[in-house]
């Protein structure tokens, strides 16, 4: 199956695919991840938007598509994938003229649950994962799990910084929710409570993927 996650920043979409994609036998593909992966390992793609980066200028949607199409390309994703996300309608277009996307799930959360949660958040500086102080703590306050790193909190995770990081995405987006709920594969899923563990919203998730596939009990 090949599916899409959408959702706004701090809609937890990264997390709860990281979640679901080993329960169901795909691949998770992080559109950030793999952008960073192809331009350290010099992949065709990768060595355009580089040249781009170097010049500290916006990579071209062609190219910054073309990574995500080289990437669902390889074989781990032959059975199917998670993409989170798309960064608009234009690139959604094209990644479907290569692969048929069968579902879109569509994050929904309130304003005041993206900033809470967000404004909670703390990254490692040395290894990038990710805490929260409310609902995925550490095991050491200020100390990373994985690799005895330092947790901090980014500058675009307070609350006046969020807010514009919203407006962002409301205005990119719309075109792309569009496009898929015309195309009949798109399916909202409500976040109805913003501190609950994420492993409630993945099951919750899960659920809606397997009443799309048939698989429900």
């Given at each position: 199956m090949r599916l899409v996650f959408l959702g706004p920043p701090g809609s937890g979409k990264g997390t709860y695919a990281s979640r679901i994609a080993p329960k169901i036998g795909v691949s998770h593909i992080a559109v950030g991840d793999i952008f960073r992966k192809a331009i350290a390992e010099g992949t065709p793609m990768g060595l355009k938007a580089k040249?781009?980066?170097?010049?500290?200028?916006?990579?071209?949607?062609?190219i910054s598509t073309g990574i995500i199409i080289e990437r669902l390309s390889q074989p781990d994703c032959k059975d199917g994938f998670i993409l989170d996300s798309p960064y608009n309608d234009k690139q959604a277009m094209e990644i479907d003229k290569n692969f048929k996307i069968d579902l879109v799930i569509n994050i929904t959360i309130s304003e005041e649950g993206v900033i809470g949660r967000l404004s909670t958040?703390?990254?490692?500086?040395?290894?990038?994962?990710?805490?929260n102080?409310?609902?995925?703590?550490?095991?050491?306050?200020?100390?990373?799990?994985?690799c005895g790193g330092e947790l901090y909190q980014r500058d675009d995770d307070k609350p006046?910084?969020?807010?514009?990081?919203?407006?962002?995405y409301d205005e990119r987006a719309g075109p792309l929710l569009e496009y898929y709920r015309e195309k009949g594969v798109l399916k909202d899923v409500v976040t109805e409570d913003p501190s609950l563990p994420p492993e409630v919203m993945a099951e919750k998730i899960e659920k809606a993927i397997n009443e799309f596939s048939g698989n429900s009990d």
């Open positions: 040249e781009f980066y170097d010049r500290g200028e916006t990579v071209p949607n062609e958040r703390r990254v490692c500086r040395k290894c990038g994962a990710i805490y102080i409310k609902s995925v703590k550490p095991k050491v306050e200020g100390i990373c799990d994985k006046d910084a969020i807010r514009k990081r919203l407006n962002v």
